[in-house]
């Protein structure tokens, strides 16, 4: 259970929100609305105020590396430290068996990084973050680069996490998206968060 | 071999050159002859003057009037790093860091040099302490003020980058290492060029300088072999601390990246 109470930062909130184990929340919302600031002070990635908790465990106990273990961000572009893609997985054998859920093979270990698509950098964002097996994915548009083949190998992806038990916090401006998920929806404007109607 | 003294009019003669240099720029339209005019006056008076304060200090010889120098010298060269930064923390931060770094650094292999190899008497004698620390200086200074700009510009540049680290849990120190690593780098590239090329390349000023008045180049050798050494551990020691202190301060103890605390970029 993911629970946020008065959460507020830099252009955002008081938010409080609520998120069981399996659930999704999709959010919408105009550009410059906070959509990603939100995502970001639940990680804890810029300063914030207010309760962030994790099966009942306050953020504010728990070491910030450790926390954003558990409660991972994806941001719509993310940023590689390395050469190759391979030098961004630890686990290489866990590293190919999520290439392989997300369509790509193992040889894209081996690929160079400034020669990836926008659409491959997105896919191999979210598996870079999916493989330490977090509590709740905080995605900031993760489809956004996609074609729909490659959009329906993730969704089908973020599915089978919300099965095992995986909260996910989405920002998507496309409705049907939300409605494949299963997702709650809301709408973030002018930093405040409201369920859609 | 004895020191030949210079004449007034030998200096004279000198800025001929000088004046050449501004004809050239006035005939070939580049417009640099009033800054060449201006920085050859500024250089003129600053030296004439800081050989009247050295004759000054030498004279006292006094623990006070050396710390007061010393420390007017090294607030300054705080302040010129600062200037040279086209970003910069809020506040008083990259001054003070600046400031700190060159202290530390200085003040370690300056006392240390003055005690236990060049030994005057009596230790602090500005003869000896103030050249020494003003040749320190001066290179740190310069190590300091890379390292400080590479470190606060890559940090902006590399933004994605780092937060992706933070994002997937790496800690402050992991996230910042290679750009902390490249920023020490940068700042000592200076000095290992100079030792490398040291002899080969260039006769160091400090050497031709000992020359020039006289002494034996075996023996000027050495001291500019101390003085390389000695430039070299604080050049290293002062950029270490100005890049480490300052990569602290661009994160906080939740391992955020707190671009937040530089100001806006400077044209």
């Given amino acids: 259970m993911l629970s946020i109470r008065n959460l507020s930062g830099n252009r955002i909130g008081p938010i409080d929100l609520k998120l069981a184990g399996g659930d999704v929340a999709a959010i919408s919302g105009p550009s410059g609305a906070g959509k990603s600031l ?8 810029d300063p914030n105020d207010g309760n962030v908790l994790l099966d009942g465990d306050d953020r504010a106990g728990i070491p910030a590396p450790e ?4 409660v991972s961000y994806v941001a719509a572009e993310t940023g590689w430290w390395a050469e190759r893609v391979g030098d961004h997985f630890q686990d290489k054998r866990a590293a190919i068996q ?5 369509g790509l093979g193992e040889s894209a270990l081996d690929w160079s990084i400034p020669r990836l698509s926008t659409g491959e950098k997105q896919r191999l964002g979210l598996a870079r973050s999916m493989i330490g097996k977090p509590r709740v994915l905080l995605l900031d548009e993760p489809t956004s680069a996609l074609d729909t ?13 919300r099965s095992a038990g995986t909260s996910i916090i989405i920002v998507t401006h496309d409705v049907e998206q939300a409605e494949r998920l299963k997702a ?8 405040k968060l409201q369920a859609a109607p | 071999m004895t020191f030949i003294a210079l004449g007034y009019a030998d200096l004279v003669i000198a800025s001929l050159l000088l004046l050449f240099s501004g004809a050239l720029s006035i005939f070939l339209k580049l417009g640099l002859e009033r800054q060449i005019g201006l920085a050859a006056l500024r250089m003129v008076i600053q030296l004439m003057l800081i050989g009247m304060v050295l004759k000054f200090l030498f004279q006292m010889v006094s623990p006070l009037w050396t710390g007061v ?3 007017i010298m090294i607030g300054l060269a705080g302040r010129e790093i600062m200037a040279r930064q086209k970003r910069k923390f809020t ?30 008497d009596p230790w602090f004698d500005p003869r000896f302490a103030l050249p020494i620390l003003g040749m320190i200086l001066g290179n740190t200074m310069n190590g300091v003020s890379i390292g400080l700009e590479r470190l606060l510009s890559s940090a902006v540049d590399g ?8 994002a997937l849990g790496h800690d402050r120190t992991q996230a910042m290492k290679p750009l902390i690593r490249d920023s020490i780098r940068a700042g000592l590239i200076n000095i290992i060029n100079a030792m490398s090329a040291a002899g080969v390349i260039s006769l160091p000023g400090m050497m031709t300088g000992q020359i020039l008045a006289g002494v034996d180049p075996t023996e000027a050798v050495k001291y500019q072999i101390l003085i390389l050494f000695l430039i070299a551990g604080s050049t290293a020691l002062g950029t270490l601390s100005a890049v480490m202190f300052a990569a602290r301060r661009l994160t906080d103890s939740r391992h955020r990246l707190r671009l937040d605390r530089l100001g806006p970029i400077r044209p």
């Fill in chain 1, 38 to 45: 939100f995502l970001r002070a639940i990680a804890d990635l």
């Fill in chain 1, 67 to 70: 926390w954003r273990r558990r």
């Fill in chain 1, 98 to 102: 999520m290439l392989e859920l997300i």
């Fill in chain 1, 149 to 161: 083949d490659n959009r329906n190998l993730i969704e089908h992806l973020l599915d089978e996490c």
């Fill in chain 1, 184 to 191: 709650r929806t809301y709408r973030l404007e002018a930093g």
């Fill in chain 2, 69 to 71: 120098a010393a420390a």
């Fill in chain 2, 91 to 120: 506040g008083w931060w990259t001054y003070g860091l600046g400031t700190s770094s060159l202290m530390i650094a200085c003040t370690i292999v300056t006392v240390l040099a003055l005690t236990t190899q060049i030994r005057p």
């Fill in chain 2, 159 to 166: 933004r994605t980058v780092i937060e992706a680290r933070l």
